[in-house]
Nanobody, 119 residues
Framework: QVQLVESGGGSVQAGGSLRLSCAAS????????MGWFRQAPGKERERVAV???????GYADSVKGRFTISLDNSKNTLSLQMSSLKPEDTAMYYC?????????????WGQGTQVTVSV
């Protein structure tokens, strides 16, 4: 059974940085995709960044150049380095994982970690 546990959320002023981490268990074999999604109050969940087993990454246009996703396969840990944060980045951030490519659905989700960016 896949389990995902996020950490690293918090509050920061605009322009600041945060690093999110996601520890994955039961998910160390096979071709897989891991990523970060976020959901702000009153809005739909959106994909922020994904990475697959080949190291290919994909980013939402709104975070390109500011966020960096990385995967430590030896530790089965996913990270999201967020810089130049904006108030519109405020949301609950979720770690997600699935076997197969990042173009598919049916992700397994973590419990989420809150990121709040103040002006």
């Amino acid at each position: 059974q896949v389990q995902l546990v996020e950490s690293g959320g918090g509050s920061v002023q605009a322009g600041g940085s945060l690093r999110l981490s996601c520890a994955a268990s039961g998910f160390s074999y096979g071709y897989r995709c891991m990523g970060w999604f976020r959901q702000a109050p009153g809005k739909e969940r959106e994909r922020v960044a994904v990475i697959d087993s080949d190291g290919r990454t994909g980013y939402a246009d709104s975070v390109k150049g500011r966020f960096t996703i990385s995967l430590d396969n030896s530790k089965n840990t996913l990270s999201l380095q967020m810089s130049s944060l904006k108030p519109e980045d405020t949301a609950m951030y979720y770690c997600a994982a699935r076997w197969g490519t990042c173009s598919g659905a049916n992700f397994t989700w973590g419990q989420g970690t809150q990121v709040t960016v103040s002006v």
